[in-house]
């Protein structure tokens, strides 16, 4: 972390007359079955972030070590990563092997085209990024310097690290940390964002360059529901620069474990200031779905590819078109709509 750098504090305030409302959703099932020397199910297991390069969607799981790649025609296919210390590629209670998950939480399309996916650092084996470029394949990196400076400039504002959204906006790379498991752990649960130079970022990338150091802090209240924290789950830029956001208010113990889910906001940040609305459902109730992906449909502001985890393994992740604004657009085809 660099000594300089500024720590900020908003709260989000309600909007009178922002609206978010879940339309059309599905399933997440592969085009075609993986095989079981894949080590994967048949759907996609715990979708936590979500990615448009070109016409395809990427998204990432945080439970298996798999991107998925998607497109109009030929559907959601696998794209292997290495498997974990035990040889497997899934995680889960009931194999006991949580704790060795990469935990992918965040992606991020760089401007070259690459697309990486960072783990949530929580632990000592989610401290990876997985580098993912067209033609190339994938590649791992341990990323623990990069970790250690986040989780230090966390433990400095009394809460564990938890990264679960990033984006890029002009020369920063945004990394959204998540505040939750405070209600019994007793740490800090405010979520933040950590604004890191893109440029030296990048060079520490191509192993050019020292670790790079938080710039800015932005300490983000984002509300709570009995007592329950909402916390970044993921965020965006849509094609006119804004950060649309999505947070969740889980009821766990800390961050390494899974809670009910009591309410899902969607929001607009910017550097003065947060707006929010809870997320509903077509019949207007507030939704209980994880949301933990978002990404802008082509060409508009308003219509988004989210993504919920369903945290089971045996339950497919869900995709769904969320319609944000105070009336109807007609946004642009996704595939959603194929």
């Known amino acids: 972390m660099s000594g300089d750098a500024a ?13 978010a409302e879940l339309t059309t959703r599905r399933a997440l099932r592969y085009a075609t079955n993986p095989g079981a020397a894949s080590g994967l199910a048949s759907h996609v297991r715990a979708a936590s972030a979500i990615r448009r390069l070109g016409s395809r969607l990427i998204v990432v799981q945080d439970d ?8 109009a025609s030929s559907g959601f296919k696998p794209l292997l990563l290495p498997p974990g210390a035990d040889g497997r590629r899934s995680f889960d209670d009931t194999i006991g092997n949580k704790h060795l998950k990469m935990d992918l939480e965040a992606a991020v399309v760089l401007p070259d085209g690459r697309v990486l996916a960072f783990g949530s650092g929580s632990a000592e084996a989610r401290e990876y990024v997985v ?15 990069l970790y250690e400076r ?7 504002l009394g809460s564990d690290l938890n990264i679960e959204g990033s984006v890029i906006q002009g020369r920063r790379l945004r990394l959204f940390q998540r505040g939750n498991g405070a209600r019994l752990t007793g740490r800090g649960s405010v ?47 849509t094609h006119d620069g804004r950060v649309a956001f999505i947070a969740c208010a889980e ?36 939704t209980l779905l994880k949301l933990e992906g978002i990404e802008p449909r082509p060409g508009s502001n308003r219509v988004f590819d989210v993504v919920a985890d369903m945290d089971r393994p045996d339950q497919p992740a869900w995709v769904a078109e969320l319609r944000v604004g105070d009336g109807p657009e007609s946004g642009p085809v996704g595939l959603m709509d194929s």
């Open 191 to 237: 979520s933040r964002v950590f604004d890191v130079d893109l440029d030296q970022f990048l060079r520490w990338l191509a192993g050019r360059g020292p670790v790079p150091g938080v710039v800015d802090v932005l300490e983000v209240d984002l509300g709570s529901i009995e007592g329950v924290p909402f916390g970044f789950t993921d965020a965006a830029v």
């Open 64 to 71: 298996v070590n798999a991107l998925v790649v998607a497109d």
């Open 251 to 286: 009821e766990s113990a800390d961050v390494r474990t899974d809670g009910p889910v009591l309410g899902c906001r969607f929001g607009w940040l910017d550097d003065t200031g947060a707006q929010v609305a809870d997320v509903i459902e077509p019949d207007g109730s507030a």
């Open 131 to 145: 580098v993912f470029e067209s033609g190339t394949g994938v590649r791992v990196r341990h990323a623990r310097g």
């Open 150 to 156: 986040l989780r230090k400039l966390c433990e400095a």
């Open 7 to 19: 720590v900020r504090r908003i709260v989000a305030l309600h909007a009178p007359g922002l609206r």
